[in-house]
């Protein structure tokens, strides 16, 4: 039975626009991480650098030492995880430790290198819509058409990826809600969803405690909603993002969002009677191979997490259509 993925947050950084570093120390980020495997979450996405507006870069060493132990332990107990970072030499070693999945917010704009490390270790790989890094990226909203421009933009990445020796079945596609979008220019996204869809590739949304959900959901004094007070709003987009198709919802708090994408499935396959849905999911735990997950949504594209790098897997990764 096909339904959209659901992946948690484990934010190993002390300045976290979310949950300001309620997670920093790396036995509570595992155990926060297994605390999310058990409300629901596919994949866990395990990032040591804050990317909130502001925000400056640490040292790699810094971000090393928060990812990597925690990366280890939760993929030694059988958790699908994804790493989230843009240098590729966090990625490299994430990977050896067990992550599946880069999640790059910058889409390989940030460290050239990055693409090479994707193509070489075959993990799928999360292109995000980017224009800058954190302290400069909402002077960087400037758009004609935001979702002509995201499209046209990650297109072209998709095209530089490709010529670095990714393959497109490793690839699946963010919009960037937030990222150089500060307010009402990341409804029109999440409205015309499917134009992103259109390139082909499964798409990631993001859109878990942002700032354009608290503006939406402002007091009467127009005082934005604090990030821990947005997660009923982000269920809702979950929802929406589901039933327009999305591969996978990044999400904070997963239970609720674990539960919409099953609604979303269950009243999909009853709209369509007769119809194959032409999807597994499945997760082995403590075997060599870990998770396996198809996901198709309802555009059929897929994309599989199987065998851990360097175990001898025919592919690590594929995202088909």
């Not at 302290?135 to 002509?148: A, G, K």
């Not at 198709?245 to 239970?255: L, T």
């Not at 360097?310 to 690590?316: V, Y």
């Amino acid at each position: 039975m096909g339904r959209t993925l659901v992946m948690g947050v484990v934010n190993v950084t002390p300045d976290s626009f979310s949950d300001g570093g309620a997670w920093y120390e790396p036995d509570a980020a595992v155990a926060h991480g297994r605390e999310l495997l058990g409300e629901g979450a596919d994949i866990l996405d395990v990032g040591g650098e804050s990317t909130r507006p502001g925000a400056t870069r640490v040292p790699v060493e810094a971000e090393l030492a928060r990812v990597l132990p925690v990366v280890s332990a939760l993929a030694a107990g059988g958790a699908v995880v994804s790493v989230d970072t843009t240098r590729a030499v966090v990625a490299e070693q994430a990977v050896a430790a067990g992550a599946r999945i880069v999640n790059d917010v910058s889409g390989g704009l940030a460290d050239p290198a990055m693409a090479d490390v994707v193509a070489r270790t075959g993990v799928a790989y999360v292109c995000m819509h980017w224009r800058g890094h954190a302290d400069v990226m909402d002077d960087l909203e400037e758009y004609d058409d935001v979702v002509t421009d995201v499209r046209d933009e990650l297109a072209a990445r998709v095209t530089a990826l490709l010529a670095a020796g990714v393959r497109s079945d490793q690839l699946v596609l963010d919009p960037g809600l937030g990222f150089s979008k500060s307010g009402a220019s990341n409804w029109p996204l999440l409205a015309r969803l499917g134009e992103l869809e259109e390139l082909g590739l499964p798409v990631l949304v993001g859109a878990s405690r942002k700032r354009f959900l608290g503006h939406l959901l402002a007091r009467s004094d127009g005082r934005p909603v604090p990030p821990l007070l947005r997660d009923d709003a982000t269920a809702a987009v979950t929802t929406l993002a589901a039933a327009a198709g999305a591969w996978c919802v990044r999400v904070h708090s997963v239970r609720a969002s674990a539960d919409a994408v099953r609604v979303v499935a269950a009243w999909s396959r009853a709209g369509r009677t007769g119809a194959e849905s032409g999807t597994t999911i499945g997760t082995e735990t403590g075997t060599e191979t870990g998770a396996e997950i198809d996901t198709r949504t309802g555009t059929g594209t897929a994309v599989e997490v199987g065998a851990r790098p360097g175990t001898g897997g025919d592919s690590t990764a594929r995202a088909t259509t």
